[in-house]
């Protein structure tokens, strides 16, 4: 082995390779389109700080992200995002809480695919980690706090390797670009047969596994017990969907879920899943349109005695107004996973 | 604690650095003492953070063998000698037997006396296999056999014997270190150069590139393959031994890397482990190049003295069968690796016969063609992948079931469609673009410890390989949860 090296030398090598190492994160953190998505995330769950009378929260996944920010009243706030599971339900709400944002009222996701088993890891789960450490939760970090905390660092970051090798394969694939289409229309210009197959086959898909992992059921306990210690009421929400989705879970395993939500001190569950039969209602088996989503925030309202829809759009005239030209919608569905 | 894990990119910082920091302001006398307290309280708790129960045995195995040492110096008669040495090996092996091998050997009982129509019932337990407790147990255990044959003196010395058994980087998976070789690293300064820091840096990240982007993304096509439920067709079976062969290749050679360039770290020199096996031209030469520290440690302890190849061809052939037979043994209390062992000394018999045991290199000038090299390297290759099936099977049923579709028209069936109903092909294209690059690297760096050993480059060569295989682990690694390494089982 030569002995040439100096350890000066070897420092101001190391001193090299540390500042590329660092200018290559800094420039991945700008330039993927995944911590670009991270950053919309983020924004999103900070963005309740820029509305200072919001006191009603409402969390869960895509399906309640269909009720768009721009929809809500002033006192109300959606953190939900596409493809959130319980896990960052829960990270998110802890890290209001420790940001003391003043919630009175959680509208928490009851729909029982939150049970399954596509719900038991999320996509946006290493979005979430900076939220778990910074409030030193003691769940969610189940590879530890130190592999979290060198997750932060872009190129440690787990899914973000993962986010690249899936795009790499892609690309090798040559598979062409996923063409923008308008879900709601394509929803819309089905026949019913069509809408019942779609929607039966999502909703066997979506409720696979249900109450057969502890997880959720671990997490609806947690985020009772964060809401129950800071003076939170929630109001369990199950939201609207085609019946044929709807109904690839039984009466039983409705009724069990509503038990255990009832156990963990969730007593008010607004039931909307036959809410609307009109497919305009939809974007597709599962997630309401925005005609939907203003019909639904006016459902939730007067169920629970409370004004969720923003005073400039409970009237069918200006949701028409809101609306792209040619039907096409304002980009809600982007949350959508 | 894994070596590819935050924690321990903590731990082994945070030891370094307090360690060093001794060494500069105490370098001489107590300053080396203290040096091997720390090691010994870090290799402790490294050991711990598994299950802090298992710390009981490896104290005890270490305490025993510490005695026995000092037993074995006091020992003026032959007689005596052999009954302590004899002590020390019923408890080591005997911890290892226990631990390892008894719900085995009592199951395997069981069924043999069902065989002949005889019904016993004896007890199994549910016993925890402490991890690398058949490398601290060999290793050890050339200590005092050392002693015994009077090649190295009794150590009196109790932090450095137990810092020699503990040793963090080496305890779980080896390399299996002979005491003549480590123990004496322990009772002397340690110093370190910058180029030799250098180069425990390089070994390391090298070591990660065959943990994190070979092995564990092979891992991801071996398990789907040979976890299938049903019957395989010859091409997905030999499509999954052959990604076995470079998981466990680069799995264990990737730990023992890691190893050698952390002790170099800290100043130690561990021995070499592997030497790009799969570059073998002979079985012989597999066996020479692949998991050394244990291949010598069979010759040592078990072939030799049972007369080694000194004897007569049969005797010969005797002896390779049965050390072949308990190293496969060694790996596992299961039927599958007794087959694999007994199946690589099968393997040796021919050149046995043939007497042809002389390395490659110095065979004669006409067989070094290259075509008649590449082709000895597929043939010894091809023999590999077979054992491995052994070796990785659950049941010694579902290894011969998959060796003999192997051996069928099924080999030559599309497999395509069923990897893609399990949905690696994608990883498997990952997967083998990585051993591309590590069998072009290895071939490159073939005379070297190691492929990233590219100190006397010019220095773009040198950043340009250094920036490629980092690139490589942080764009391509594995990213499922962590993987044990194999051998930890062992």
């Known amino acids: 082995m030569a002995q040439t090296l100096s350890w000066k030398a070897l420092l101001a090598h190391a001193l090299i390779g540390t500042v590329l190492f660092a200018a290559a994160n800094v420039a991945t953190y700008y330039s993927s389109q995944y911590f670009q998505r991270e950053r919309g995330y983020q924004d999103e769950v900070s963005g309740f700080f820029d509305r200072p009378h919001a006191t009603a929260v409402f969390a869960g996944d895509s399906h309640v992200a269909q009720l768009d920010n721009e929809l809500l009243a002033d006192t109300a706030y959606n953190i939900a995002w596409g493809g959130d599971g319980l896990r960052e339900v829960y990270a998110k709400l802890k890290y209001l809480a420790w940001r003391h944002a003043k919630i009175d009222t959680l509208y928490l996701t009851a729909d029982p695919h939150m049970f399954g088993t596509g719900r038991l890891e999320s996509s946006n789960r290493a979005f979430v980690n900076e939220y778990l450490l910074e409030t030193g939760s003691r769940f969610g970090l189940e590879k530890g706090a130190a592999s979290a905390a060198l997750g932060l660092i872009p190129l440690f970051n787990d899914d973000f390797v993962q986010y690249l090798k899936k795009k790499i394969a892609l690309s090798l694939k040559r598979t062409p670009p996923a063409t923008v289409r308008d879900d709601e229309v394509a929803w819309q210009s089905l026949t019913d047969a069509q809408r019942e197959a779609q929607a039966r086959s999502t909703g066997e898909m979506d409720h696979a596994g249900i109450g057969r992992y502890r997880e959720p059921f671990l997490w609806y306990e947690r985020i009772a017990a964060l809401a129950r210690a800071r003076g939170i009421h929630i109001v369990g929400v199950i939201y609207p969907s085609h019946e044929a989705y709807a109904d690839s879970v039984s009466e039983r395993q409705y009724a069990q879920l509503r038990q255990f939500l009832s156990s963990i001190g969730i007593d008010e569950i607004v039931d909307f899943r036959h809410a609307f039969s009109d497919p305009s209602y939809f974007a597709d088996p599962d997630h309401v349109s925005r005609k939907g989503a203003v019909a639904l925030l006016r459902l939730i309202g007067r169920q629970t005695g409370r004004q969720l829809l923003a005073a400039d759009v409970d009237a069918p005239a200006s949701i028409a107004a809101r609306a792209a030209p040619g039907g096409n919608e304002p980009p809600t569905s982007v949350r959508r996973q | ?490």
């Open chain 2, 1 to 490: 604690m894994l070596f590819h894990t935050a924690v321990y990119a903590l731990f082994l910082p945070t030891v370094l650095g307090l360690y060093w920091l001794i060494g500069l302001l105490r370098p001489r006398g107590s300053g080396l003492q203290l040096q091997n307290a720390v090691l010994l309280t870090a290799s402790y708790f490294f050991y711990g953070w598994w299950d802090v129960r298992f710390l009981g045995l490896i104290i005890a195995s270490s305490v025993i063998d510490f005695v026995v040492g000092l037993g074995l110096e006091a020992a003026a008669s032959p007689r005596r000698r052999r009954w302590i040495l004899g002590a020390s090996l019923v408890a080591n092996l005997g911890i290892l037997g226990f631990f390892k091998y008894y719900n085995f050997f009592v199951s395997s009982a069981v069924e043999a006396f069902g065989a002949l129509g005889i019904d016993l019932h004896a007890p199994t337990l549910h016993v925890i296999l402490p991890v690398g407790l058949s490398f601290y147990t060999f290793q050890s255990l050339t200590y005092t056999i050392g002693v015994y044959r009077r090649q190295i003196p009794a150590e009196h010395n109790p932090l450095a014997f137990l810092a020699y058994v503990a040793f963090f980087p080496q305890l779980v998976a080896g390399p299996i270190e002979r005491a003549g070789h480590l123990l004496p690293q322990f009772l002397r300064p340690r110093h370190v150069s910058a180029a030799e820091f250098a180069s425990g840096l390089r070994q390391i990240t090298w070591g990660l590139f065959c943990k994190l982007v070979v092995a564990d993304n092979c891992a991801v096509v071996v398990n789907s393959v040979f976890d299938h439920p049903g019957p395989l067709p010859g091409s997905v079976a030999l499509i999954g031994a052959f990604f076995f062969a470079f998981q466990i290749y680069c799995d264990f050679s990737g730990y023992s890397h890691i190893a050698l360039g952390t002790a170099r770290l800290f100043g130690f020199e561990l021995m070499q482990n592997f030497a790009t096996p799969y570059f073998s031209q002979s079985i012989p030469e597999f066996w020479r190049r692949w998991h050394i520290s244990l291949s010598t440690w069979f010759r040592d302890y078990v072939f030799i003295p049972m007369g080694g190849s000194r004897v007569s061809k049969p005797r010969y052939t005797f002896n390779i069968l049965v050390t072949f037979t308990v190293s496969g043994l060694w790996h596992g209390a299961n039927w599958t690796y007794v087959a694999w062992g007994f199946l690589n000394g099968l393997y040796y018999l021919p050149h046995i016969a043939l007497g042809k045991l002389t390395p490659a290199k110095d065979a004669p000038r006409h067989s070094r063609t290259p075509i008649l090299i590449a082709l000895r390297v597929a043939v010894t290759f091809l023999l590999t992948l077979i054992a491995w099936i052994f070796f990785r099977a659950k049941t010694l049923g579902a290894a011969l079931g998959m060796v003999g579709e192997v051996f069928s028209r099924s080999l030559f069936s599309n497999p395509l469609p069923l990897l893609r109903a399990a949905g690696v092909v994608t990883p498997m294209a990952f997967s083998a673009a990585a051993i591309a690059l590590l069998l072009v690297l290895e071939f490159i760096q073939r005379d070297k410890g190691y492929a990233l050993d590219v100190e006397t480059s010019k220095w773009p060569a040198r950043w340009a390989a250094y920036a490629s295989v980092v690139a490589v682990i942080v764009c391509f690694r594995y990213t499922g949860s962590a993987l044990d390494f194999i051998y930890f089982q062992f």
